[in-house]
């Protein structure tokens, strides 16, 4: 009984994988590919004039992708924080206006980015915030935030106050308590907020030029307009870089996360 | 007196982007009020709202949009949940397999409509494995997938990219629920599947609803994907607001904003039952 | 109270890394902003001075981004002349014109002096709207000298932008001119007027289709079929007044509407936009393609994106031909290092290579060029599968006044989609 279960489970997997990977292996075909006729199954004509491009601008790009990691981890960072910060208080806290804040911070999902974006950048200029790497990172964690706040809601309520309560009757202070207690039990949920903050700030198009004016450059600025210009040379290569250098971030975020789960075996509940 | 400061404290940077986020929107509101000064325009007026409203096309385009968000967010929110379930049972929620789930997630929109065409088009690799087959002749003889009018394209672009969202957004809870408290109750006699829909679900049910509410909002506002692998007519929402947006007379631009204030009530009161369904899951829980 | 001291910990965290950030972009902005000159001054300048005004300062050139080759060019070739030359730096910011106007807009509404953008890539109705809302700086484009020495001012296309007078307020940058492209290996026959084509979608059934509008293509594709029927002339002074343009083009409509059956997916939907259709001639979905770049069939070609034997063709009553050009933001932080670098791209030296890098068709003025500069032009192999340029330039159309466009865009959605 238990055998057949594994085998449903292992093709429902299998079936799943297959069909995220297909899609994915049509676009490296399309980084080499000029020409694909109907009805060949091969593409009739291979070029790497998109490859050269990239290697051209290999160092414009490379600039460009060090300064938007560098706001990524930033956002990431800093959404993480205050996303804990809140998760805490609105799920450890009873408090007047609590419902309030609770619909406030999952507002920006409920919003199309350019009516934020057109209405933002007004304000922006007149604080002087328009043009500089602050007032990008502070929009793209207006967007990241409620991913963040969202997840750590989930994870803090999830592993509750008792644990950091027993802390605190065995004689721990409060401060102790949080770093030696919670804080290493929602490590993992900490990272998977990480993560959908600097995805979420790494695709920002519209907002990243909308804010910085074309003097805050990322590597989506680059990316999007090739992405809709119909070269789908250039948009497959462009979006292969996109995700080896997410791939990479997620990777060393997981190891991470392996290092300190073989640390400390992590209970909810 | 401490204890009660605690939670505002807590609270000041959200509170601060909040504030930010909500002068954004209330200047963007304005604008769909007819106010822009730099084009001359000064006077509030709901008259953009009353044009919008009244277009022959509104009512087409609006149905079409609540229905390509709700299939997509529906659908992507019970499959994400049985996959999830699948891959906490099966134990691979780390390493490779959660590896490969994550890449929907981190690819752009924009690229998911362009292998969607490249691979169900009618000159797509579907239609050309048929063909090489020798089960259809001409491009025409393939069903129309995608530019349809039944958005068939938009929902099923949408799904490859939020099934693996649920995923990741659900199974970092699921696995530790169903380990520790999952595996209790099994001790306590209940089959796996029991053990699942009783104990498990009903704990992850908050996330699984959020996760329904974030898709069903983003595929209601958003105008990439329908845009690109939608039909002529109708048009989805997002896509009227993105075209009046794009018109190169500005004046054009209080009619994007007035369809994006549509969509906004429309994802306020998504929102407010969200609210409701959440408060009575938790009362259910309690009880 | 130990609980606040972590909150106010991780807020100075925050606090700290914002403005750890911010000073370094802020000492960049400073150093942007030593090397710009406001425009107060700039007016009375003669060039010689805007030379050396500009000398050593940042331009940036707002403008679409989705053309590798174009990018490529302006990266390789026009800026490190620019920087050679003249030590002025151009950051080129890919934009599309919508959210350049957005920002723009932004910026003037807000107030902002020292704006970002200094040149902008524009025409038509988005000139029109810049112009008409004070958002452009001018009139400049005809102090410059090689704009003297080498545009033709007697073309109406240095006065006017879809009818729209330019007044100085914008420079050409490139020429336009809307042409068909099919396979003759697949379509021997190619037709020279809307009777002939009416008969090669009904022998290509369903594998003929042309970009929704208000896409730029499509919506000059339409157009061009309504010259076809209607003639151009009454166009040209029209009132832009619904009902008297729907009049005027009435049997274009009629013959839109009899074209849909023979239409790729029989005219219910239309690709969302011209590099769809592009792709879909390129992968044999479709047999004709449309293209605003007269000579983009040659790179095509090379490229391999089209096979060898496409054919690059127009009616024989002509096809539309604009100009496309180069503004400058009213609020830009660089004046004279924009009209230094607007100047140069007139240059017959840059004209000539970008013709024979890219093809775009140049907007110098061939009889007012010398023989040695007249020789890098002849000397270009525009390569296969186009019109020659005499014989394309002698069937150019005049676009109709930009307030007509949406109009007709509007009537196409509601009399021809799916009827």
Known sequence: MKRKKNIWEGLIIGIFIFLVIVPILTILVWVGTERWAWPSLIPQKFSMRAVNGILRNRQQLVRLCMSSLFISASVAFLSVVIGTMTARALECYDFFGKRLFSFMSMLPFLVPGTVFAMGVQITFIKCGLSGTVQGVIIVHLICSLPYAVTLMQDGTRAMGVKLEEQARVLGAGALQAFFKVTLPNLFPVMLSAFSMAFVVSFSQYFLTLMIGGGNVKTFAIVMVPYLGSGERNFASIYSVIFLVIMLLVFGILEWIVGCFTKAQEVEYY | MKKKMTPYILLVPQLILGVVFIIGLGTGIIQSL?????????????????????RPDLLQSLKYSLYIAFMSAFLATVTGTFLCAVLVSAGKVRGIIMRIVQIPIIVPHVVVALFIVNILSQNGILARILANAGLITDQQQFPMLIYDRYGLGVILAYLWKEIPFIIYFVIALMANINGSLGEAATNLGANKLQAFMKVTLPLCMNTVLSGFLIIFVF??????????????????????????????????????????????????????????????????LAG | ???????????????????????????????????KQTTETVEDMSFDEMVDAAKGTTVTFYGWGGDDSLNDWLDNYYAPRLKEKYDITLERVPMDIDAILSQLSGEISADKKDGDIDMIWINGENFKTC????MLYGPFAEELPNFQSYIDTDDEETNADFCFPI???????????????????????????????????????????????PDFTGSAFVRNVIYDICGYEQFMDMEADKETVKAAIEPALEYLRELNPYLWNEGKTFPKDSTALTNMYSDGEVVMDIS??????????????????????????????NTNYIAIAANSGNVAGAQVAINEMLDPEVQADRFAEIRTIPVVDYNKLNDTQKEAFDKVEIGKGVIPQDELLSKRLPEMPSAL??????????????K
């Open chain 3, 1 to 35: 109270m130990k609980k606040r001291i972590a909150a106010l910990l991780l807020s100075t965290v925050m606090a700290f890394s914002l403005t750890a950030c911010g000073n370094s972009a802020k000492t960049e902005k400073a150093d942007n902003k030593e090397t």
């Open chain 3, 167 to 213: 007044e100085g307020y914008e420079a050409p940058y490139g020429k336009a001119q809307l042409v068909m492209i099919a396979d003759t290996a697949v379509t021997p026959d190619l037709p020279t007027n809307t009777d002939e084509f009416m008969e090669f979608c009904k022998a290509n059934k369903g594998k003929v289709t042309y970009p929704e509008l």
């Open chain 2, 34 to 54: 007819g106010v822009i000064p730099a084009f001359g325009l000064t006077e509030p007026t709901l008259k953009y709202y009353k044009e919008v409203l009244t």
């Open chain 3, 405 to 418: 466009v949406p109009i007709i865009e509007e009537i196409w959605a509601e009399e021809v989609v799916g």
């Open chain 3, 292 to 321: 605003y770049g007269a000579y983009s069939t040659a790179t095509n070609i090379e490229n391999g994106t089209y096979t060898e034997t496409s054919q690059s063709f127009q009616f024989d009553k002509g096809t539309i031909g």
């Open chain 3, 131 to 134: 112009k008409e809302n004070n």
């Open chain 2, 219 to 284: 595929a209601l506002g958003a105008y990439e994907l329908p845009f690109i692998l939608g039909a002529t007519t109708p048009k989805a929402l997002p896509v009227l607001a993105y075209l009046e947006y794009t018109k190169p007379d500005l004046r054009a631009r209080p009619y994007a904003m007035a369809i994006n204030g549509i969509l906004i009530v429309i994802s306020l009161i998504a929102a407010v039952l969200y609210y409701i369904l959440l408060r009575r899951s938790t009362k259910k």
